[in-house]
């Protein structure tokens, strides 16, 4: 079934989109008139009667919106690396003593000179999906690439110990 999504209009407040679930749990966010936002749990034995309700600023909500995003992004490129032969997704680890630790991604030119994309950088439990060449990388970081065997293996490389 997936998840499918209601859309229940609030006089005088806004709408509310509520996500149904697989399992049958249903979440909601209410959109205010004013802007402003709720994140709302629902009761599991009373569907119509919420939990919980979590108010977000616009940094939250955009904050919570990256993780989900970043995780959807990292599942569907690991389905779509198994149905292309010769293309992978990997996660590679920043050594501690990179040569590219506190330096910018883009100092790397790992695209240049392995014909790989690095397409997250995975810090502390968050993605930072689609990094940019000004993306300053720190050791420990988890890159995701998506390249051949041999252009995953250079970049490890290039990581490890810095250009040849």
């Known amino acids: 079934m997936g998840a499918r999504i209601e859309k229940v209009d609030l006089p005088g407040i806004g709408v509310r989109h509520d ?7 249903r979440v909601g966010v209410v ?23 979590i108010s977000m600023s616009d940094d939250e909500a955009a904050a919570l919106a ?5 995780s959807v992004m990292l599942s569907s490129l690991a389905s779509l690396a198994e149905d292309i032969a010769g293309i992978y997704v990997e996660k590679i680890e920043l050594p501690i003593d990179s ?12 695209r240049t000179r392995t014909h790989v994309s690095i397409v997250a950088l995975s810090r502390d439990g968050t993605v930072i999906p689609s990094p940019t060449p000004s993306d300053v990388l720190y050791a420990g970081d988890i890159i995701v690439a998506v390249g051949t065997r041999a252009g995953l293996d ?4 290039l990581f490890a110990t810095g250009p040849d």
């Open 19 to 25: 996500i149904v679930t697989e399992g049958g749990r």
């Open 31 to 53: 959109s205010h008139r004013d802007g402003e936002r709720d994140l709302t749990i629902f009761d599991v034995d009373d569907p119509d009667a919420s939990s919980d309700s």
């Open 99 to 110: 040569p590219f630790a506190g330096r910018p991604l883009g100092d790397s030119k790992t």
């Open 66 to 70: 990256d993780v989900l995003g970043g």
């Open 154 to 157: 250079a970049v490890s490389r």
